[in-house]
Structures are given as structure tokens and as C-alpha cells.
């Protein structure tokens, strides 16, 4: 990897060429408040330990085709990005955004822990802790919480329960597809009131009736937009606005439930741009654990992921270029076809980086190779990324979250993991 | 997920609560919700009415179709039979090829009915039953041995599994609980065991000689046995354990239709890894399936299977955090008895810390949703009563997100979202039922002893029956246990 810019160097460097740190400082460096408080993130979690070696197969690599055997993919049928690296066919959207410089792979990433078993390494993940019960927070929830003296940030998870990583002091909304709330009913009044002294059902019950006129408001929002009647179409004469149209992608897809996904992601955009919308978002995917006949499950599970992406790209609309979206597991899987077509659990994987607010550039972190003597115990992709670093830095970068709160409250004991600056 | 949970420390004075007030515990927490009458009939002897319902043949069996493992295997075989057939036709008769797609997708329809009629009869089990201490337990650990429709093939299997693995073993010996579900067909589909074979087994030679391809272990099994089923992941095992005990289970398979057992447990020896394995610092010198038994036995009678199993034992039936005094006691029976599971259940009963009133149990949604027809003596009519509202509340039939289970605690189910939908289904069910009810009798009949003058007072203010219906069961008392 190029070593990273870093906003200190920089302007180091300036300094010692004798140019002003004023013009270096007006415009990429000076992210006023206002600027901030446009930001977005939103943290897609895919469960079950997504294979990155089918995310982003390393055709170009020469072990590749021989490790994965039977599930390889060829180069003709990956999406290319380099020399060496594709996308998955399903992934058709991430694609187009890759090539418009909107999204990149860090194809070795994992998280401090090795045990290889989902619970853990998912609590390691969504904790932000060195290892598995270091914390009983999530760091999405950390971070509204060290926020919320500068600037009250509201965090949101998509799903009718709420992800550890969302979960601690500042109460985060939760919201899924249903019918709507009767207003008339005086129900959710008298609730309220009951309620009042229960530490557990109170806060989230209130919360639940925000968000849902939030839901209300951001359905019919969209329905007004360009940008969800893009998404809700099927026709290429509605095409997207600028160069690209990831909407209309793959066909395949609405077979698949691809439009359920999209109208999520859509939705979860149509949230986020709303004047007192969530900044910060956390989505939930299932269903990665792909032990035996995993060429077709892959292809379902990364073709939702991949409709998701669509439809949050779309709800997003002119708010794209403030945001940022990582998809990311909690291991990956063996480099070596098992013997039922499938993977075993694995070390590192690959995670996705999107958004309008993204620089262009290559891969995020060393590629290690698959060489026999490069795996990691002769079995899986060898990380060479701390994932708490990419969340470092685009929590430091993107949000603006001062450094020593990184440090002390959100990434307690990282500091092995230094923040990977330079992204956005 | 597994957040830390502390332990209360400096505990309270262990004194019981009134005769009452264990009725509505025994009926509510150890049970699954007040059927009418019931916490009345609970009230001479709260723990007697709970012993009671513990017994060696198992738990009760829900009344279905009664298939077996090996039915659903054949009527699987079928159907995939008939896809093959539909879709090697579609280039011939257009005509023909179409009757073909409608028989293909009645019998895809069929299938799905099939495990939609399994779950139905189980929730009706729940509603209706007298014994549902016993229920509860028996879902205890269908949850523990977690099998998700992930797969096709699985999903028509749960029903079976639970009935024929899990139910006429809760009240016996753990071993003969974890055998039986690790050599279950469901399970050995859902954690790809029934076609790992040992890379030098005889199986995996003849499969390379005939240029088949590389034919090998599925170590997931047996990772999840290590991990969630038995000792726990901080039981010290390696990656080396893993694999090791993979090894010696491999072989353990599905009988197919050739065979002497179709789709039932079968060992194949050709496909067991020959010679000695090491697991957890134990040798293991046994020849072909007596080698992952005697695994399997000694993980059962691990110590660290005790703390781990007894743990959930605890934090199913009483909190979230229990104390630590109950699950070392429930920990001591366990070893003393060799992991009984009836004795187990007694000394749950006999424990004071159970009978805590104050209730820190947040339902989850299915029991939620069943402990409300069980409220009003009546059972869910139909799938599609129940289905729509658990997917809603993110415990969609037969689908735990892993095979960790669905989870226990609080934190998970009393989300925003999921309080908002809570309600809107309340709102829809009172307005179904609540007009032929009388809601301050039927408040009393829910939580008997439980229930707070707040409440009490909330309801006999309502407006209309639906609205102190609803405010019944979505009071705070209801949606815990």
C-alpha cells in the first residue's frame, strides 16, 4: 500500500516548504461543524463469515485457481478491478461504483481475534475490544456517545432487534418494514405513561414512535424523489443521473428478492437525509456460513448485498458524496475448498468501502498473497489490516471524532491498530 | 451474543415469596403464561405443580403428521426428482412443460407446508398445554441444539428432529441428549456433517481414483458441538481440537436410498479417517464410530460443559445476570448426578433465587405471542396468524440466525422497532378477541399476584375493551416473565 497521507504530514510538509498552512488548511482540511453534521456512516455487518475470496476473487493471484478447486472463479467471469483482483459477478453495483472511484476492497482485514468462532469474533467486531469480552458496548454506540457533547448524533439499526454494536448508553432507533402507527389510537399515549419508570421499555418505546413518523415521513419523501422512483424502476429509460446506473444492473436480482433488499437500502437512505436523520447506521446481513455448496449460496447472499448497496446508493441521492458505507464480516474463510464445495471458518476477509465520500485508489492494506508459506497457518488469508483501523480513521476522517476519544473510549487498547488515514 | 453479564453480587436474603405470588411465578417464568385458571390451580403447592410436569419419558410430542426423518427424506428425494424432470423437459413440449412446472411448483408448496404445519403444531402444543414447565424445558433445548431451515433439506427436517432427538430426552441424561442430536439427520445436514469424509479414509481414495476431485473433512459440525453444545468456546480448545474431532466424526452420516437405513443415521466406515486422535489432550485410540462417541461422552461429562449448559440453564429461566449462587448449585447437581437432566430441572425448582419476585425476563417473541393465546384459552388458527408477526419481530419460524440459537436476552428483543410492532399486533389481536372478555377479570387471570396497581389501574380506565386489552399485554408485567 502507498503510505498514507495523514493530515499532520501534510501539514509538516507544507510547513517546511514554506507554503501556508492557511491555503492547505481552507478548504480539505477545515471541516466545519455544519460540515460534519452532513456526514454519514453506515456499517453493514455480513454474518456467518464472509468468504473474501469470493467478495473480491484473486484471479491474477497464481495459487488462486488451485486452492478454490471447484469453486474458483475464471477471470472471464469476475468483474475486473486490476492485475489481480475482481469482483464477484453478483456485486455488479459495487462494480460500477469501483470504476467511477467510489469504492474500493481491503481484501485481508480481520479483526484481533483468531478463535475462528462467529460469536466471538462478531463481539470482537461490533465491541471494538482487543478480544472477546473486553466490552459489552458496540463502537457505533461509543461513538454517538462521544459525540453527543460536540454534536448529538442520532444512530439507527436496521432490524426488528438491535446489533451489539449499536447497543450501550445513547439509546439508538431500531427500524424494519411494517405497517405504519394509527396516530388517532390513543394506545401509544397510555403506553408511554406506563411505561414511565421502566428503565428498559420506556426510552425504547419512545424512540420507536420517532422513528416510526420518521419512517412516515421518509416514505413519502421518497416517493416524490427522483431518486426512489429510480430505484422502483425496472426500465432503463429512467435512467440514474450521471454516469452510471448500478439500479439497473442484473435482472437476476428480482428473482432473488433483490427488490425487498433494494427498497431496504433505499429506505434506510430516505432515513438518512431526512433534516434530524441518523448520520450513523448499522445493517445486519445474514447467512454467509457457506460450508458446503457454496458457489450458489454465495452468489444469493452477495446479490442481496449487492441490491442493498443499490438502494441505498439511490436513497442517498445528492447525500452520496457525504457518505461512507463498509461491509464487513467477521472472518473469512479457509483459501482451500473443504470436501463438500464449501469453505471452513478462515482469518482474514475481504471488507467493502463505498461512498461518494471516498478518495479513488487501489486495494486498502497488503495483499499477502496466497503462496502456500504466506497463509495463516497454512489455511486461511493472512490479515495484514487491523479492521479497527479502518474504523479508526474513517471515524477520525469522516466524522471528525477527536483522536484521543478514538484512542481511549471507542478503540480502548488499539493501539497496535493505528487509524488508516487518507480515505476520504 | 455473548455480552458479559455480571454476576449479582452481596445477595439478597433467600426467603420465598407468598404462596401466591409463586403461583403467578410458577405459571408465568417456568411456564409459558397463564392459560385461565391455572396460576388458581398452581396455588397450593407452586413447586409441586412444577415437579410434577418432570418425567423420564420426555416431553410431550406436538400432535402433527407424525412423519418421520426418514419420510421427509424420501418425499424430499421426490421432489427433487420431479425438478430434475422439469427442467430437463423445458426444451421439449411447451404444453407438457408447463403441467410439469405446476406439479413442480405444488410440490415445492407442498414441502413448505409441510414445515409451516410442523411449527403450527408445535406453538398449539404451547397453548394448549397444562404442562408448560415441561414445554418450556423441552424448548430450551431444541433452542441449546439449535437446527435452522437454512437448507431446503433441514428445514423439512426441524419438526422431525425435535420429536425424535430432543423431546424423549429432555428429562434424561445429557449424553443421551447430545448423541442423539449429533447423529440426527438434521443436524447432520445443517452443520454438513453428513458429507465430510477423512481425507485418507478409504472413501476419499476411491473418490480421487475415479477423478470425483478432492473429497474431504467439514470441520463445522464439529466446531459447533466443541463451542455451543457442549464445553464452550473458553473451554481451551484449539483450531488442532477442531479438526481433530472432525476426524473422528467423520463417518457419521445419512443412509441413502440404497441403503438399509434411507435418511436415517448411518456410519460409514469408509469414510471415517483411519487411526488414533488427540482431543483436548485426550487419546483416542477407538476403531470407526465408537472413536466420536467416546468424544462425545467424555465432552458431555466435562466439567466445563456443566458451567457452560448450566449458565444458559439459568439465564433462560431467571435472568439475564443471574447469580451466581444459583448456577454453581445447578453446576453441582450436574456433576453429582452425571448430567440428569430431571435432577437438574428439580433443583432449578428447589432453587430459591428462581422464585426472585421481581421478573427479569423479557419475553421473547415467541413466547410473547403464544403466552397472548394462551391468555384467552384459545390457540393460533393457522400459520399465517403466526408466522407474519414473529418474522416481525425478528424470530421468523424455525430460522435462529445461527446455530448459536435464538437469543435470551432483553437487550436483543425490546427494541424500538419491535416494541412499535408489539403493539400494532396488540391492537390487532384485542380487536379480534377483547369484546368478548372482561379485561380486569382476565388481568388477574394473566399475572395473578403479579400484577401492579398501576396496571390494574391503567386497565379499568380504558376506554373500550381493545384499548384495555391491549394495555393488558403490553403492560410491563406481561411482556416479562
Redesign the interface.
Known amino acids: 500500500m502507498n503510505a498514507p497521507l495523514n493530515r499532520r504530514s501534510l501539514l509538516g510538509l507544507g510547513a517546511s516548504l514554506g507554503i501556508g498552512v492557511t491555503f492547505l488548511g481552507s478548504q480539505a482540511f477545515a471541516a466545519s461543524e455544519s460540515d460534519l453534521a452532513r456526514k454519514k456512516l453506515v456499517v453493514v455487518i455480513c454474518?456467518?463469515g464472509m468468504d473474501g475470496l469470493s467478495v473480491s476473487p484473486p484471479v491474477g493471484d497464481a495459487n488462486y485457481a488451485a486452492l478454490r478447486?471447484?469453486i474458483a472463479l475464471k477471470p472471464d467471469e469476475v468483474l475486473k478491478l486490476d492485475g489481480t483482483f475482481g469482483l464477484h459477478p453478483e456485486l455488479s453495483t459495487v462494480h460500477a461504483l469501483a470504476l467511477q472511484g467510489e469504492a474500493r476492497i481491503a481484501p485481508a482485514i480481520a479483526s484481533p481475534d483468531r478463535?475462528?468462532?462467529?460469536?466471538?469474533a462478531?463481539?470482537v467486531l461490533?465491541t471494538g475490544a482487543s478480544g472477546?469480552?473486553g466490552?459489552?458496548t458496540g463502537w457505533l454506540n461509543r461513538t454517538l456517545e462521544v459525540l453527543a457533547p460536540i454534536r448529538p448524533v442520532e444512530g439507527l439499526?436496521v432490524?426488528?432487534?438491535?446489533p451489539?454494536i449499536l447497543?450501550g448508553k445513547v439509546?439508538a432507533?431500531?427500524?424494519?418494514p411494517?405497517?405504519g402507527?394509527?396516530e388517532s389510537?390513543?394506545?401509544?399515549t397510555?403506553?408511554q405513561?406506563?411505561?414511565k419508570t421502566?428503565p428498559?421499555?420506556g426510552p425504547?418505546?419512545a424512540?420507536?414512535?420517532e422513528?416510526?413518523t420518521m419512517a412516515q415521513q421518509a416514505m413519502t419523501a421518497m416517493a416524490a424523489t427522483p431518486a426512489m422512483n429510480l430505484a422502483a424502476a425496472s426500465t432503463p429509460s429512467m435512467a440514474a443521473p450521471g454516469p452510471m446506473s448500478p439500479t439497473m444492473a442484473n435482472d437476476r436480482r428480482n428473482r432473488q428478492g433483490g427488490e425487498a433488499a433494494r427498497k431496504l437500502g433505499s429506505t434506510l437512505g430516505g432515513f438518512m437525509i431526512q433534516p434530524r436523520g441518523p448520520q450513523i447506521a448499522a445493517v445486519s446481513l445474514?447467512?454467509f456460513?457457506t460450508?458446503?455448496g457454496q458457489s450458489g449460496q454465495i452468489a444469493t447472499r452477495l446479490s442481496y448485498l449487492d441490491a442493498v448497496l443499490d438502494g441505498l446508493h439511490a436513497g442517498l441521492g445528492a447525500e452520496w458524496k457525504n457518505t461512507v458505507v463498509i461491509a464487513v464480516t467477521e472472518f473469512g474463510r479457509t483459501a482451500r475448498?473443504?470436501?463438500?464445495g464449501?469453505t471452513?471458518?478462515g482469518t482474514a476477509s475481504t471488507a467493502l468501502i463505498l461512498g461518494g465520500a471516498l478518495k479513488p485508489g487501489g486495494i486498502v492494506g497488503d495483499w499477502p498473497g496466497l503462496a502456500q508459506n504466506a497463509l495463516f497457518?497454512n489455511r486461511d488469508t493472512a490479515p495484514t489490516l487491523d479492521m479497527r483501523s479502518l474504523f479508526k480513521g474513517v471515524l477520525a476522517d469522516h466524522l471528525g471524532v477527536d483522536r484521543a476519544m478514538l484512542e481511549t473510549k471507542v478503540f480502548p487498547d488499539s493501539k497496535t491498530a493505528k487509524p488508516l488515514i487518507g480515505l476520504v | 451474543?455473548?455480552?458479559?453479564t455480571a454476576s449479582r453480587k452481596g445477595d439478597r436474603p433467600l426467603s420465598l415469596p407468598s404462596k401466591d405470588m409463586m403461583a403467578a411465578i410458577a405459571v408465568t417464568r417456568f411456564g409459558l403464561g397463564a392459560r385461565p385458571g391455572e396460576i388458581e390451580a398452581a396455588k397450593g403447592d407452586p413447586k409441586g405443580f412444577l415437579a410434577a410436569q418432570i418425567r423420564r419419558e420426555g416431553a410431550d410430542l406436538p400432535q402433527d403428521s407424525g412423519e418421520t426423518s426418514a419420510d421427509r427424506f424420501r418425499q424430499m428425494r421426490d421432489f427433487q426428482q420431479q425438478r430434475k424432470k422439469e427442467r430437463d423437459q423445458k426444451d421439449g413440449q411447451a404444453e407438457r412443460a408447463a403441467a410439469n412446472a405446476q406439479i413442480f411448483k405444488d410440490a415445492q408448496r407442498a414441502l413448505r407446508d409441510k414445515v409451516g404445519a410442523d411449527f403450527l403444531a408445535r406453538a398449539r402444543l404451547a397453548t394448549n398445554t397444562d404442562a408448560a414447565f415441561r414445554e418450556r424445558w423441552a424448548l430450551f433445548w431444541a433452542n441449546h441444539f439449535t437446527v435452522s431451515a437454512?437448507k431446503q433439506i433441514t428445514s423439512v427436517l426441524i419438526g422431525p428432529f425435535e420429536r425424535e432427538a430432543i423431546r424423549p430426552n429432555v428429562f434424561g441424561s445429557f449424553e443421551t441428549l447430545l448423541v442423539a442430536s449429533s447423529t440426527h439427520p438434521a443436524m447432520l445436514t445443517y452443520?454438513?456433517q453428513a458429507?465430510?469424509?477423512g481425507?485418507d479414509s478409504r472413501a476419499?481414495g476411491f473418490a480421487t481414483r475415479r477423478g470425483k476431485?478432492?473429497?474431504?473433512?467439514?470441520?463445522?459440525l464439529a466446531?459447533e458441538i466443541l463451542?455451543l453444545h457442549t464445553v464452550g468456546?473458553d473451554a481451551g480448545y484449539s483450531?488442532a481440537d477442531?479438526t481433530e474431532f472432525a476426524r473422528a466424526l467423520t463417518g457419521f452420516s445419512i443412509g441413502r436410498d440404497a441403503e438399509d437405513r434411507p435418511g436415517q443415521f448411518v456410519f460409514r466406515g469408509a469414510a471415517h479417517e483411519p487411526g488414533a486422535r488427540t482431543v483436548m489432550g485426550r487419546h483416542y485410540g477407538q476403531q470407526g464410530m465408537k472413536q466420536g462417541l467416546a468424544v462425545l461422552s467424555d465432552l458431555a461429562a466435562h466439567p466445563h460443559t456443566a458451567r457452560h449448559v448450566c449458565g444458559k440453564i439459568a439465564r433462560h429461566f431467571v435472568s439475564d445476570a443471574p447469580p451466581s449462587s444459583l448456577t454453581e448449585r445447578l453446576e453441582r447437581r450436574w456433576m453429582q448426578t452425571g448430567g440428569d437432566l430431571a435432577k437438574v430441572a428439580q433443583t432449578l425448582i428447589d432453587s430459591p433465587e428462581a422464585w426472585d419476585p421481581v421478573p427479569a425476563k423479557?419475553k421473547t417473541p415467541y413466547e410473547y405471542t403464544l403466552s397472548t393465546w394462551r391468555l384467552i384459552g384459545a390457540e393460533p388458527s393457522a400459520i399465517e396468524r403466526l408466522a407474519p408477526i414473529l418474522t416481525?419481530?425478528?424470530q421468523k419460524p424455525f430460522s435462529a440466525?445461527?446455530?448459536?440459537g435464538w437469543?435470551e436476552d432483553?437487550?436483543?428483543?425490546?427494541?424500538?422497532?419491535?416494541?412499535?410492532?408489539r403493539?400494532?399486533w396488540a391492537?390487532g389481536f384485542a380487536a379480534v378477541v377483547a369484546d368478548r372478555t372482561d379485561p380486569n377479570a382476565l388481568a388477574a387471570e394473566a399475572l395473578g399476584a403479579r400484577l401492579t396497581p398501576?396496571?390494574a389501574k391503567?386497565i379499568s380506565r380504558?376506554?373500550t375493551r381493545r384499548?384495555a386489552f391491549?394495555?393488558l399485554v403490553?403492560?410491563?408485567e406481561f411482556?416479562r416473565r
Not at chain 1, 185 to 188: D, G, S, T
Not at chain 2, 213 to 220: I, R, V
Open positions: 454474518r456467518g478447486g471447484s478463535a475462528r468462532s462467529h460469536f466471538e462478531q463481539d461490533e472477546v469480552y466490552a459489552d439499526s432490524g426488528s432487534t438491535a451489539l447497543r439509546q432507533a431500531s427500524w424494519s411494517g405497517k402507527v394509527d389510537a390513543r394506545l401509544p397510555l403506553l405513561d406506563l411505561y421502566d428498559l421499555l425504547a418505546f424512540r420507536g414512535l422513528t416510526e445474514d447467512g456460513d460450508h458446503a475448498v473443504n470436501g463438500t464449501g471452513d471458518h497457518e | 451474543m455473548g455480552n458479559v437454512t452443520l454438513d458429507q465430510s469424509i481425507p476419499a476431485g478432492k473429497a474431504g473433512l467439514n470441520e463445522n466446531r463451542e468456546v483450531q477442531v423479557f416481525g419481530l425478528g440466525p445461527s446455530p448459536k437469543a432483553a437487550q436483543t428483543w425490546a427494541a424500538p422497532d419491535a416494541l412499535i410492532k403493539m400494532q391492537q398501576a396496571v391503567a380504558a376506554e384499548e391491549a394495555l403490553m403492560s410491563p411482556q
